[in-house]
Nanobody, 123 residues
Framework: QVQLVESGGGLVQAGGSLRLSCAAS????????MGWFRQAPGKEREFVAR????????FYTDSVKGRFTISRDIAKNTVYLQMNSLKPEDTAVYYC????????????????WGQGTQVTVSS
């Protein structure tokens, strides 16, 4: 089992940057595929990015390609989401999630979730 704690959210102007962090407990962090999802008010939770346990495969949703970068530091048990060129439509609660089974883009494939961190982008 793994516990996840996100941090790094906040209020930023359009065009600005934020880096989200997700700290994981447990000694087998490298065995989990990690994902970032987001949920805006009144909308479904949507996939943002995911990275495999070995960091060998990374995938992004089209709307963030070229602007967001997912990475992980095994030694620190932490996964990051660097967000550049932020847009108002990126405003949402961002969640990190962990899966032992699949490096998926579907939220229901992830068994472990953090509490979320709010990102607000003003125009």
């Amino acid at each position: 089992q793994v516990q996840l704690v996100e941090s790094g959210g906040g209020l930023v102007q359009a065009g600005g940057s934020l880096r989200l962090s997700c700290a994981a407990s447990g000694r087998t962090f490298s065995g989990y595929h990690m994902g970032w999802f987001r949920q805006a008010p009144g909308k479904e939770r949507e996939f943002v990015a995911r990275i495999t346990g070995s960091s060998s495969s990374i995938f992004y949703t089209d709307s963030v390609k070229g602007r967001f970068t997912i990475s992980r530091d095994i030694a620190k048990n932490t996964v990051y989401l660097q967000m550049n060129s932020l847009k108002p439509e990126d405003t949402a609660v961002y969640y990190c999630a962990a899966s032992r089974n699949l490096p998926s883009t579907r939220y229901w494939d992830y068994a472990y979730w953090g509490q979320g961190t709010q990102v607000t982008v003003s125009s």
